[in-house]
């Protein structure tokens, strides 16, 4: 996919892993169920726990070993899930605004608060869009 904002073409060749359970994991569907709950209990993020069960655990895709994503495995356990797209950006934007009030002629800074604040506000009305088919609020 190429870039929103610029000329570059996106990464050409890179493919995911296989959905097929590696032959080198020991662990059980079951097993791995567990392992994300703990984490999640921990405080992590899913992001943070895929990147945990791929550096720690050697899984290198959970949706391989158990059927189901992270977020699917969380939901049935009923553990809050975030929508960790529109954290990221509305933290990005947070950031970027201290940084104008300190550096006010930062033009470039400036125009990359408007490309954020144009994605928080796409992906919001995305959210809402989809939430009205059914899928979950956002707020």
């Keep these: 996919m190429a870039t929103l904002y610029g000329k570059g073409k996106g990464k050409a060749g890179s493919h995911p892993p296989k959905l097929e359970k590696p032959y080198w994991l020991k662990l059980k569907p079951s097993e791995v169920e567990e392992l994300v709950v703990k984490l999640a209990k921990q405080g992590m993020s899913m992001a943070k726990i895929g990147l945990v069960l791929r550096d720690s655990y050697g899984i290198p895709k959970v949706k391989a070993v158990t059927g189901k994503k992270i977020k ?5 356990h009923n553990i809050k899930v975030e929508k ?39 992906l919001k009305k995305y959210y809402e869009r989809t939430e009205k088919r059914g899928g979950k609020s956002v707020k």
């Design 84 to 122: 960790e797209d529109l954290l990221a950006l509305e933290k990005k934007a947070e950031k970027l605004r201290k940084h104008l009030e300190k550096h006010k002629k930062d033009m470039t800074a400036k125009r990359g608060l408007q490309l954020t604040e144009s994605k928080i506000r796409r």
């Design 72 to 76: 699917k495995i969380l939901e049935e």
